[in-house]
């Protein structure tokens, strides 16, 4: 178990916010966009990892549809205000602190009230979707309806169904269906780890920028 945590770990320590599955290509029609939703949640470790919990968190709490659903809905909002020219600040910082936030909460064994999971997860889900709105305002030329329509539906898709397969193969496989059970304590830990390193990771980012270093 410690080998796979140290190297969960090392997996999500690097940056992992511009993940392109066109591999940079622009997106024109409805299926590129699609594909590019579908791609990105899964390719970025520090999204996929918090759409995992997303799922777990809320069935531990009896909202194993609702807590991803809450996410998702925050989460294409922060999509479509990026969209529309309105960026969240500081996303990649707060993308990792989601992370060592939730992670810390069930690495604690404790459970939050239903409603409370609901809003910490959309909260963070709106600079997750900012995050994913990078792409549509980075793209080459002018997104239309069709590729934005596409890439908010591969968004929503893929990670409400990730979301509730992380949290039946956490209660049929794993057995877990109690905040203080071990396995749910141990994928805390994961997540609160690699939000950790990411955190110190963007720490350090401004505290060169501070000093002028490179």
């Not at 992670?103 to 900012?130: D, K």
Request: proline residues 4%; aromatic residues 8%; charged residues 10%.
């Amino acid at each position: 178990m410690k080998r796979l945590l140290t190297a969960a770990l090392l997996v999500v320590a690097g940056p992992a916010l511009a993940h392109h599955p066109l591999a940079g290509a622009p997106m024109t029609t409805f299926a590129d966009g699609a594909l590019s939703g579908i791609g990105h949640p899964v390719l970025g470790f520090d999204h996929l990892f918090f759409v995992a919990l997303a799922g777990v968190a809320g069935l531990l709490v009896g909202r194993r549809f609702a807590a991803p659903g809450a996410y998702v809905a925050a989460m294409l909002a922060g999509c479509a205000l990026m969209y529309a020219g309105v960026g969240l600040p500081a996303k990649e910082a707060v993308i990792a602190l989601s992370l060592l936030v939730t992670g810390g909460i069930v690495l604690s064994g404790r459970a939050l009230a239903p409603g409370l999971t609901l809003a910490l997860f959309a909260g963070f889900g709106l600079f997750h979707g900012s995050a994913f709105g990078d792409s549509l305002a980075g793209a080459e030329g002018a997104v239309g309806g069709a590729v934005l329509a596409g890439y908010l539906l591969g968004l929503a898709v893929v990670q409400f169904a990730l979301a509730v397969a992380a949290g039946w193969v956490a209660e049929t496989v794993f057995r877990t269906r109690e905040p203080g059970a071990i396995n749910a304590r141990i994928a805390g830990a994961v997540v609160a780890g690699a939000g950790l390193l990411l955190t110190l990771e963007a720490a350090e980012g401004v505290a060169f920028a501070a000093l002028g270093w490179g």
